[in-house]
């Protein structure tokens, strides 16, 4: 089983719809989370962090539920710009500061 | 400022071949991250720097593999005798706090 798991989509949407991707994790003592986007044949970039309140940045709402060790992320009304895979993150221990990446969902955003 | 430069882009080497791969990470930059990525999978996690300390190699998928930061700015990523399975991107990321930038990563090609 692999330590994060993602569905993979694609998942197509039209412009201005809301879509929602999710993440389950393996370890419990998973430490912080994250949201990374990457562009085709690019580098991934950070999108957001996750924290255990939840946490918004415009159009983009994370969440963090950390008894079912699941991790959810919203765009709100997308745009074609929104086109890319999203990969879910995870450092497992803060003294060891790899992350854990998910194999990421990829969104295709049409006009 | 420039972000994490990486060269070569691409890279074909020949079954059995011996590869280097540099990183160029942020200047001030203390950590330095080495991931591995095939195609349509997450980066996978190879070896972390703080400054010319290697303190995890736990990731290095075989002796093949030999990273080195001699003087805590510059890394090499060394490849012994390439294997087909070894054709991925490898994507360098550095960091002073938290957040892992990354960069775009060279795409080796083992024929």
């Known amino acids: 089983r692999k330590e994060v798991e993602q569905d993979p989509g694609p998942f197509n949407v039209p412009e201005g719809a809301t879509v929602a991707f999710n993440c389950t994790y393996s370890n419990s003592a998973s430490q912080s989370f994250f949201w990374y986007r990457q562009d085709c044949r690019k580098e991934p970039k950070l999108l957001m962090s996750v924290y255990s309140s939840g946490n918004e940045d415009g159009r983009f709402t994370a969440q963090l539920n950390r008894a079912s060790q699941y991790i959810s992320l919203l765009i709100r009304d997308s745009k074609l710009s929104d086109s890319a895979t999203y990969l879910c993150v995870v450092n497992l221990d803060t003294g060891r500061r790899a992350l854990t990446f998910g194999s990421g969902t990829r969104l295709q955003v049409q006009p | 400022g420039a972000g994490v430069s990486q060269s070569p882009r691409y890279k074909v080497a020949k079954r059995g071949q011996d590869v280097a791969l540099r990183c160029d990470p942020i200047s001030g930059h203390v950590s330095l991250f080495w991931y591995q990525q095939a195609l349509g999978q997450g980066p996978e996690f190879l070896t972390y720097?703080?400054?010319?300390?290697?303190?995890?190699k736990s990731g290095l998928p075989s002796d093949r593999f030999f990273a080195e930061r001699p003087e805590g700015s510059v890394s090499t990523l060394k490849i012994q005798r390439t294997q087909q399975e070894d054709s991925a991107v490898y994507l360098c990321a550095s960091s002073l706090l938290n957040e892992q930038f990354f960069g775009p990563g060279t795409r080796l090609t083992v024929l």
């Open positions: 720097f703080q400054n010319e300390a290697q303190l995890d």
